[in-house]
Nanobody, 120 residues
Framework: HVQLVESGGESVQAGGSLRLSCVAS????????MGWFRQVPGLEREGIGS?????DTGYVDSVKGRFTISKDNAGLYLQMNSLKPEDTAMYYC?????????????????WGQGTQVTVS
């Protein structure tokens, strides 16, 4: 019912920056909270941060001060600065109808296909 497509992942040097985008289509009027997650093969998917229906954002401690989530009519964005090798992962955007965010992965029912970020 909601389709999400991420883009912008690349291989970058440590200290560099990337901006990821997520375009939503389908029943976008039902979207409340949107979030960004990342996953390394063999490990659990980690919530990075979120933006709720009012525009309020929240972030996990490991990315605070480096990553910024924003949205506009065109999509959802993740600005990543001061990238570190440990940021290497597949990055996913997700959406839920809940207007407020809990960042529980189980609360998100719509997921993108992921975009790979590699920092070396």
């Amino acid at each position: 019912h909601v389709q999400l497509v991420e883009s912008g992942g690349e291989s970058v040097q440590a200290g560099g920056s990337l901006r990821l985008s997520c375009v939503a289509s389908g029943a976008t009027q039902d979207i409340g909270c949107m979030g960004w997650f990342r996953q390394v093969p063999g490990l659990e998917r980690e919530g990075i941060g979120s933006i709720d229906s009012t525009g309020d954002t929240g972030y996990v401690d490991s990315v605070k001060g480096r990553f910024t989530i924003s949205k506009d009519n065109a999509g959802l964005y993740l600005q990543m600065n001061s990238l570190k090798p440990e940021d290497t992962a597949m990055y996913y955007c997700a959406a839920t109808s809940a207007p407020r965010c809990t960042m529980a992965a189980d609360s998100f029912r719509n997921w993108g296909q992921g975009t790979q970020v590699t920092v070396s």
